[in-house]
């Protein structure tokens, strides 16, 4: 069999609608990049999404400043120094601007967090946030009546910019990003090796969770700019098409898929509509021949990751613009009733 017989294709891939907005492609990568991430980290934290994905494409540029960009990866501007699991600080001094308080700007030299991934990055805003109740209580969705009063809340104190909540509300409104703030309807199902987790089960099992789903797109977002390298499957050597995929679901769900753009198009579940695209949906081309040659994962709002040829860098592309002939779905889902929807996930418990 070719593989149209093998994977369907006679009768799949119908057509897409764009789900970008047009109006910076900069900006709009830089949301799909972070958006999913942002979701979960929302619901988590009693916060809005929409707040926080417009304070990082302001503070950061749409993720393009030098702060910003690996290896520092701080998407806020936090001040001060992160310390990572182990316990060992990381932080770098830059050139920063603030507001005397008038609109006058002056410059000074401070120290910033620097993070392993923009996923810590994202983790550690929302920690800052509710962390800091008696500051920050205004910016919580039990006190924010909605977006626009999170955004005042955050003028004055996470900023001196006298104009930062206009500027915040202008990108939640023109990149609509309140689609954020509300749930997803389908959540992750299965299991992960984990046995030190508390959850575990006497074989070291535990339930996939959300945060789970959010782990898969942080650990594929760690790795835009790395070096194509063919053959290549680690961020220390570098990466092909499959090697990303094949890495990025091993590292985050312990889940091992094939080695091979080819093999990899005959596993999961083939998804028929490009409309019902997935966030970590696999997405496969054949350039011509009866098998796959090349492999991205989708990451949402229209965008998906590869590692593209030679030369190149792993990097952020959009599916308008190259259609894929098959895509397959490698992790199960399953509805979310609405009552669950109300009750889970517990928000953390803020001090």
């Known amino acids: 069999n070719n593989f149209s017989q093998q994977v369907g294709l006679d009768s799949v891939i119908q057509d897409y609608t764009p789900h970008h907005y047009t109006q910076n492609l900069t900006t709009e990568m830089f949301i799909a990049q972070i958006g999913e991430q942002a979701r979960q980290i929302g619901q988590r934290y009693n916060i809005y999404a929409s707040v926080m994905i417009a304070q990082a494409i302001l503070e950061s540029g749409s993720g393009s400043s030098g702060l910003a960009l690996a290896p520092n990866n701080n ?11 182990d316990g060992i600080g990381h932080s770098k001094t830059f050139a920063t601007m603030e507001d005397d308080g008038t609109g006058s700007l002056y410059s000074i030299l401070d ?16 920690n800052l946030i ?6 920050y209580s205004g910016v919580l969705k039990t006190n924010a009546k909605d977006y626009k009063d999170a955004c005042a809340a955050l003028q004055g104190t996470y900023a001196t910019d006298t104009t930062y909540a206009s500027k915040l509300i202008g990108l939640i409104e023109t990149y609509d ?3 954020f703030d509300k749930p997803l309807d389908y959540k992750i199902s299965g299991t992960i090796y984990d046995p030190g987790s508390k959850e575990a089960d006497d074989n ?8 789970d789903y959010s782990n898969l797109l942080g650990t594929l977002t760690s790795q835009l700019g790395i070096d194509y390298v063919w053959g290549g499957a680690s961020p220390e050597q570098g990466f092909d098409c499959s090697g990303l995929v094949s890495y990025v679901y091993k590292k985050a769900l312990g889940i091992d898929i094939t080695r091979t753009a ?3 198009a005959l596993q999961g579940e083939t998804v028929k509509d490009l409309n ?14 009866d098998v796959a040659q090349h492999v991205g994962m989708y ?13 190149q860098q792993v990097k952020i592309s959009a599916v308008e613009n190259n259609k894929p002939d098959v895509v397959k779905r490698i992790i199960n889902f399953v509805p979310v009733t609405e009552e669950a929807k109300v009750n889970t996930p517990t928000p953390v418990k803020v001090n």
């Open 111 to 126: 120290s910033f967090r620097v993070y392993n991934t923009q996923a810590d990055s994202l983790e550690d805003y929302a």
């Open 130 to 135: 509710t962390g800091m109740p008696s500051y």
């Open 276 to 289: 019902d695209l997935r966030p970590g949906d696999l997405l496969f081309w054949r350039h011509g021949t």
């Open 299 to 311: 990451i949402g709002d229209g965008y998906y990751i590869q590692a593209p040829t030679e030369g």
């Open 75 to 85: 998407l806020f501007g936090i001040k001060g120094v992160w310390k990572d699991k």
């Open 177 to 179: 990003l309140t689609r």
């Open 204 to 211: 070291g099992y535990r339930q996939l969770t959300m945060d």
């Open 262 to 264: 080819d093999t990899q």
